[in-house]
C-alpha cells in the first residue's frame, strides 16, 4: 500500500525511478548538477532568458483587461489576479534564488491543527492556536535565525508586510525565528482555506501558490470535504510537491480512514503523496502534541533540510510544474480576451445596424414622396401658383419662362411659410428615425449580458437635445441648397435679375424636387400627394436651369442632406459605441499574452526544468508504532 498508517511509520524520498537510501535520507536524481551534498547552491538553470520572458509575461498579464460582462470574464479576471501574485510571489524571485530556504506552506480547512502542528515541529509556541476560528488571521512564517535575511529582504511574498509582532491584518507576514528548525527550511501557518474571511481564503490560496511544498493538513472528520479536493487537485495540476497529513485519527480507525484516504487520492492521481497519519491525542501546556506524534513527520522534515540536493530537486519540480502550466493558463486569458473583443465588435454591429436603418428611412422618406403631404404640400401649392397658372402650364409650356419670372416679380410669395413646413416636416422625421434607432440599439444591447451591463435609461431615447441639433441641421442644409442656387446659376440672367427673391424661391423649389424621386418623375404616393404639382415644380425649375440642371441640383441637394444626416445619427450612434470603445480591450493584449507565453514556454523547454520529474514518494515499511498509555486520547 502506498501510503503511511500509522506514525511510526517512516517515509522515503525519492527521486523519479530511483529508490530510498539505505538510511532514510531523501535521495536526489543527478539531473540537479550539484557538485555534492555539502554545497547549498544548486547549478544554474543554463538559461539566463527565462528571468526576462516570465518578465514580459508579468507585464503581458498585468495589461489584460476584461471590463465586458461575460461569463468568462470573472474567472479569468481571477486567473490574471493568482498569476499575478504568483509571478511576483514566488516564480521570479525563487528564479533569482534557487538556493534559498525551502518554504513549506501549510495549509488546511478550518480547526484542522494546522498551527498546533507548526507549534510542535518547531518546538515553540510561534503561531497562536485555539478554538475561535479563524485563529490564524496573518501568515506566520517561522525559520532558523540563519535563514531570517533572506525572508525580511521581502522578494518572496513582495506583497505581504512584514512584521515582528502577531497581527490581524492579512497583508502582513508574521516572521518568527525558531534555533530548533533546521538551516534551508521555513514553515508558513496560512490561513484556513475554507475560512468564513473572505480576504483569509484568498490569502490562503496565494501562500500555496509560492511555495515550495505544500504541507496539507486534514483530519479524520474532514478528508473527504470539497473545498480541500479542489486544491488537492490545483496542487496535482501544477506539478507542485505535496505531503499530507491525516491529524486526529482515533485509533481504533486508523488503518480504515488512512486506507480510504489513500484509495481517494489514489483515484484522483495523488497517490505518490507522501501520507502522515497522526493520532488524536493530548498536547501539553506549551499547546505542543507529543513529541512520539510528530517524530516521522520532524525526521522527514530534518533529513530534507540537511539535503542541498533534495531540497533543489523539489524546487525544480515545483517550479517546473508551475512553469508548464503558464502557456495553457496564459492562453485561457488571450481567448477570453478574444471574447471580450468579439462582444465589443458584435455590441458596435448592433448599433451601427440600429443606425443605418434609420440612415435609410430617411432616405426612404425623401424617395417615396411622404414629406410631400400635409402642410408641405399645402404651402407648396400656395407657393407655385392657383390653378389657372396650373391651366397655363399645361396649355402654354412654351412661354413658361415669361409667365414664371412675372409671377416671381409682379408679387411676394408665402417663401417664410413652406421653409418653414419644410424644416418641420424634417425635423419630425429625424426625431422619429432617431428615436426608433435608439429604441433598438437599447433593445439590442439588453439581450446581450455585456450589453445589459453598459445600459443606462437615457439610452432608450434619443438624445435630450436631438431637436435642437436636427432643427439646426435643417437650417444649415436650406441655406446650402441656396448656396447651390447661387452657385449654379451665377451666370444665368434669371438671377441677376430677380436677385435674392428668385435665389430663395427656386432653392425652395429645389426642397420640393428633394423631396420626390430621384428623377422627379412622380410614382406611387408622389402620385397620390399631388402629381400635378410636383410636375409643376418641375416644370418651374426647368424654366430657369433646364432639364439637366434639375436633376443635378436635385441630386447635389439630396446627398448633401444625406450627408448632414448621417453625421446627425452618428453622433446619436456615438453614445452607445462610446461605451465600447471605453470597456473595449486592445486586441493586442491577446496577441501579447500569446507571444508572452510562447517565449516563456521556449525559455522553459531550454531550461533544467521542462524534465522535472516527481521527487517525493510515500513508502511504508511494515512497522507499525504502538501508542503508549500516556500517548492515548
Given at each position: 500500500m502506498s501510503y503511511l498508517v500509522s506514525v511510526g511509520h517512516a517515509l522515503a524520498v525519492t527521486t523519479h525511478g530511483d529508490s530510498a537510501s539505505p538510511s532514510g535520507a531523501p535521495a536526489v536524481a543527478a539531473r540537479t548538477g550539484s557538485?555534492?551534498?555539502?554545497?547549498?547552491?544548486?547549478?544554474?538553470?543554463?538559461?539566463?532568458?527565462?528571468?526576462?520572458?516570465?518578465?514580459?509575461?508579468?507585464?503581458?498579464?498585468?495589461?489584460?483587461?476584461?471590463?465586458?460582462?461575460?461569463?468568462?470574464?470573472?474567472?479569468?479576471?481571477?486567473?490574471?489576479?493568482?498569476?499575478?501574485?504568483?509571478?511576483?510571489?514566488?516564480?521570479?524571485?525563487?528564479?533569482?534564488?534557487?538556493?534559498?530556504?525551502?518554504?513549506v506552506v501549510v495549509g488546511g480547512s478550518t480547526g484542522a491543527g494546522k498551527s498546533t502542528l507548526v507549534n510542535s515541529l518547531v518546538q515553540a509556541r510561534v503561531s497562536a492556536a485555539?478554538?475561535?476560528?479563524?485563529?490564524?488571521?496573518?501568515?506566520?512564517?517561522?525559520?532558523?535565525?540563519?535563514?531570517?535575511?533572506?525572508?525580511?529582504?521581502?522578494?518572496?511574498?513582495?506583497?505581504?508586510?512584514?512584521?515582528?509582532?502577531?497581527?490581524?491584518?492579512?497583508?502582513?507576514?508574521?516572521?518568527?525565528?525558531?534555533?530548533?528548525?533546521?538551516?534551508?527550511?521555513?514553515?508558513?501557518?496560512?490561513?484556513?482555506?475554507?475560512?468564513?474571511?473572505?480576504?483569509?481564503?484568498?490569502?490562503?490560496?496565494?501562500?500555496?501558490?509560492?511555495?515550495?511544498?505544500?504541507?496539507?493538513?486534514?483530519?479524520?472528520?474532514?478528508?473527504?470535504?470539497?473545498?480541500?479536493?479542489?486544491?488537492?487537485?490545483n496542487a496535482r495540476a501544477r506539478g507542485a510537491v505535496l505531503a499530507l497529513v491525516l491529524n486526529r485519527v482515533p485509533a481504533e480507525a486508523t488503518d480504515e480512514v488512512a486506507a480510504h484516504l489513500a484509495e481517494m487520492l489514489a483515484e484522483q492521481g495523488l497517490d505518490a503523496a507522501p501520507l502522515f497519519v497522526l493520532p488524536e491525542t493530548w498536547v501539553d501546556g506549551q499547546g505542543l502534541l507529543p513529541g512520539r506524534s510528530t517524530a516521522p513527520l520532524a525526521d522527514w522534515f530534518a533529513r530534507l533540510a540537511a539535503d542541498a540536493e533534495a531540497r533543489s530537486a523539489v524546487v525544480r519540480q515545483t517550479l517546473g510544474g508551475a512553469l508548464a502550466l503558464l502557456q495553457p493558463t496564459v492562453e485561457s486569458l488571450a481567448l477570453a480576451v478574444d471574447e471580450q473583443v468579439a462582444a465589443a465588435d458584435a455590441l458596435d454591429d448592433r448599433v451601427r445596424a440600429a443606425y443605418r436603418a434609420a440612415n435609410r428611412t430617411v432616405d426612404q422618406g425623401l424617395r417615396d414622396g411622404r414629406l410631400l403631404r400635409g402642410e408641405v404640400l399645402a404651402r407648396w401649392q400656395e407657393f407655385i401658383g392657383t390653378s389657372d397658372l396650373f391651366r397655363t402650364l399645361e396649355a402654354r409650356i412654351g412661354r413658361l419662362r415669361d409667365r414664371v419670372m412675372a409671377a416671381f416679380s409682379r408679387r411676394p410669395v408665402p417663401v417664410v411659410e413652406l421653409r418653414d413646413a419644410i424644416e418641420s416636416q424634417l425635423v419630425t422625421l429625424l426625431r422619429g428615425v432617431a428615436a426608433e434607432a435608439a429604441e433598438h440599439a437599447?433593445?439590442?444591447?439588453?439581450?446581450?449580458?455585456?450589453?445589459?451591463?453598459?445600459?443606462?435609461?437615457?439610452?432608450?431615447?434619443?438624445?435630450?437635445?436631438?431637436?435642437?441639433?436636427?432643427?439646426?441641421?435643417?437650417?444649415?442644409?436650406?441655406?446650402?441648397?441656396?448656396?447651390?442656387?447661387?452657385?449654379?446659376?451665377?451666370?444665368?440672367?434669371?438671377?441677376?435679375?430677380?436677385?435674392?427673391?428668385?435665389?430663395?424661391?427656386?432653392?425652395?423649389?429645389?426642397?420640393?424636387?428633394?423631396?420626390?424621386?430621384?428623377?422627379?418623375i412622380p410614382t406611387g404616393l408622389e402620385v397620390a400627394t399631388g402629381a400635378g404639382t410636383t410636375l409643376a415644380g418641375q416644370a418651374v425649375l426647368q424654366a430657369i436651369f433646364g432639364d439637366q440642371a434639375v436633376r443635378t441640383l436635385a441630386r447635389k441637394a439630396r446627398e448633401d442632406l444625406l450627408e448632414r444626416v448621417t453625421v446627425l445619427l452618428d453622433d446619436e450612434a456615438t453614445r452607445y459605441l462610446?461605451?465600447?470603445?471605453?470597456?473595449?480591450p486592445p486586441a493586442r493584449n491577446a496577441t501579447a499574452l500569446r507571444q508572452a507565453a510562447e517565449r516563456v514556454e521556449a525559455a522553459r523547454l531550454g531550461s533544467g526544468f521542462a524534465d522535472a520529474a516527481p521527487v517525493l514518494s510515500a513508502q511504508t515499511t511494515g512497522v507499525d508504532a504502538q501508542l503508549t498509555d500516556g500517548e492515548r486520547p
Amino acid at each position: 500500500m502506498s501510503y503511511l498508517v500509522s506514525v511510526g511509520h517512516a517515509l522515503a524520498v525519492t527521486t523519479h525511478g530511483d529508490s530510498a537510501s539505505p538510511s532514510g535520507a531523501p535521495a536526489v536524481a543527478a539531473r540537479t548538477g550539484s557538485t555534492g551534498a555539502g554545497e547549498d547552491r544548486p547549478a544554474p538553470t543554463g538559461d539566463d532568458t527565462l528571468p526576462d520572458a516570465l518578465t514580459s509575461l508579468r507585464a503581458a498579464i498585468g495589461a489584460a483587461r476584461f471590463p465586458l460582462a461575460l461569463p468568462s470574464a470573472e474567472l479569468a479576471a481571477r486567473t490574471v489576479a493568482a498569476l499575478a501574485d504568483q509571478l511576483d510571489d514566488y516564480l521570479l524571485p525563487r528564479l533569482t534564488r534557487l538556493d534559498a530556504p525551502l518554504l513549506v506552506v501549510v495549509g488546511g480547512s478550518t480547526g484542522a491543527g494546522k498551527s498546533t502542528l507548526v507549534n510542535s515541529l518547531v518546538q515553540a509556541r510561534v503561531s497562536a492556536a485555539g478554538v475561535l476560528r479563524p485563529t490564524t488571521r496573518s501568515p506566520v512564517l517561522v525559520c532558523n535565525p540563519a535563514d531570517s535575511a533572506w525572508f525580511r529582504r521581502g522578494e518572496l511574498l513582495p506583497g505581504l508586510t512584514r512584521t515582528n509582532q502577531p497581527s490581524d491584518d492579512p497583508r502582513t507576514l508574521h516572521l518568527v525565528t525558531a534555533p530548533a528548525l533546521p538551516p534551508g527550511l521555513a514553515f508558513l501557518d496560512a490561513p484556513d482555506i475554507d475560512s468564513v474571511v473572505d480576504a483569509n481564503r484568498a490569502l490562503a490560496n496565494q501562500l500555496l501558490a509560492a511555495a515550495d511544498l505544500w504541507l496539507f493538513v486534514t483530519t479524520a472528520a474532514r478528508y473527504a470535504d470539497a473545498v480541500p479536493w479542489e486544491l488537492l487537485h490545483n496542487a496535482r495540476a501544477r506539478g507542485a510537491v505535496l505531503a499530507l497529513v491525516l491529524n486526529r485519527v482515533p485509533a481504533e480507525a486508523t488503518d480504515e480512514v488512512a486506507a480510504h484516504l489513500a484509495e481517494m487520492l489514489a483515484e484522483q492521481g495523488l497517490d505518490a503523496a507522501p501520507l502522515f497519519v497522526l493520532p488524536e491525542t493530548w498536547v501539553d501546556g506549551q499547546g505542543l502534541l507529543p513529541g512520539r506524534s510528530t517524530a516521522p513527520l520532524a525526521d522527514w522534515f530534518a533529513r530534507l533540510a540537511a539535503d542541498a540536493e533534495a531540497r533543489s530537486a523539489v524546487v525544480r519540480q515545483t517550479l517546473g510544474g508551475a512553469l508548464a502550466l503558464l502557456q495553457p493558463t496564459v492562453e485561457s486569458l488571450a481567448l477570453a480576451v478574444d471574447e471580450q473583443v468579439a462582444a465589443a465588435d458584435a455590441l458596435d454591429d448592433r448599433v451601427r445596424a440600429a443606425y443605418r436603418a434609420a440612415n435609410r428611412t430617411v432616405d426612404q422618406g425623401l424617395r417615396d414622396g411622404r414629406l410631400l403631404r400635409g402642410e408641405v404640400l399645402a404651402r407648396w401649392q400656395e407657393f407655385i401658383g392657383t390653378s389657372d397658372l396650373f391651366r397655363t402650364l399645361e396649355a402654354r409650356i412654351g412661354r413658361l419662362r415669361d409667365r414664371v419670372m412675372a409671377a416671381f416679380s409682379r408679387r411676394p410669395v408665402p417663401v417664410v411659410e413652406l421653409r418653414d413646413a419644410i424644416e418641420s416636416q424634417l425635423v419630425t422625421l429625424l426625431r422619429g428615425v432617431a428615436a426608433e434607432a435608439a429604441e433598438h440599439a437599447y433593445t439590442g444591447w439588453k439581450a446581450h449580458p455585456a450589453g445589459a451591463a453598459l445600459l443606462e435609461p437615457d439610452l432608450a431615447h434619443h438624445a435630450a437635445d436631438l431637436p435642437q441639433r436636427a432643427e439646426r441641421l435643417v437650417r444649415d442644409w436650406q441655406r446650402g441648397v441656396l448656396e447651390l442656387v447661387r452657385a449654379e446659376g451665377g451666370d444665368r440672367r434669371f438671377v441677376a435679375r430677380t436677385a435674392a427673391y428668385a435665389v430663395n424661391a427656386t432653392g425652395l423649389a429645389v426642397m420640393i424636387a428633394v423631396f420626390a424621386s430621384t428623377a422627379f418623375i412622380p410614382t406611387g404616393l408622389e402620385v397620390a400627394t399631388g402629381a400635378g404639382t410636383t410636375l409643376a415644380g418641375q416644370a418651374v425649375l426647368q424654366a430657369i436651369f433646364g432639364d439637366q440642371a434639375v436633376r443635378t441640383l436635385a441630386r447635389k441637394a439630396r446627398e448633401d442632406l444625406l450627408e448632414r444626416v448621417t453625421v446627425l445619427l452618428d453622433d446619436e450612434a456615438t453614445r452607445y459605441l462610446a461605451r465600447t470603445r471605453q470597456a473595449r480591450p486592445p486586441a493586442r493584449n491577446a496577441t501579447a499574452l500569446r507571444q508572452a507565453a510562447e517565449r516563456v514556454e521556449a525559455a522553459r523547454l531550454g531550461s533544467g526544468f521542462a524534465d522535472a520529474a516527481p521527487v517525493l514518494s510515500a513508502q511504508t515499511t511494515g512497522v507499525d508504532a504502538q501508542l503508549t498509555d500516556g500517548e492515548r486520547p
